[in-house]
Nanobody
Framework: QVRLVESGGGLVQAGGSLRLSCVVS?????MAWYRQAPGKQRERIAY???????NYADFVKGRFTISRDNAKNTVYLQMNSLKPEDTGVYYC????????WGQGTQVTVSS
């Protein structure tokens, strides 16, 4: 069973940046980042294929960048120009959320 471990979250002021990491205990083709804001359903933010093609939700385009290091089985999410509405728990998983969800990493953006 593949295990997903997210890290890198924290408390940051609006306009700040954070870099999240997701270590995957196996090789996965398409990896995605998701977030769950308080009281809301989990939503997909971005995904990246094994060849590096990327796709972003409109609400993070131009601010977030997904990348991966296949040799390290790690996926990253660089988040810039953070807004209070970016607050939530961030998770990684496959494009369809196939594997058991990790514990996520909390991102809190203060205004």
């Amino acid at each position: 069973q593949v295990r997903l471990v997210e890290s890198g979250g924290g408390l940051v002021q609006a306009g700040g940046s954070l870099r999240l990491s997701c270590v995957v205990s196996g090789s996965i083709n398409v990896m995605a980042w998701y977030r769950q804001a308080p009281g809301k359903q989990r939503e997909r933010i971005a995904y990246i294929t094994s060849s590096g093609s990327t796709n972003y939700a409109d609400f993070v385009k131009g601010r977030f960048t997904i990348s991966r290091d296949n040799a390290k089985n790690t996926v990253y999410l660089q988040m810039n120009s953070l807004k209070p509405e970016d607050t939530g728990v961030y998770y990684c998983n496959t494009l369809i959320g196939y594997y058991d969800w990790g514990q996520g990493t909390q991102v809190t953006v203060s205004s």
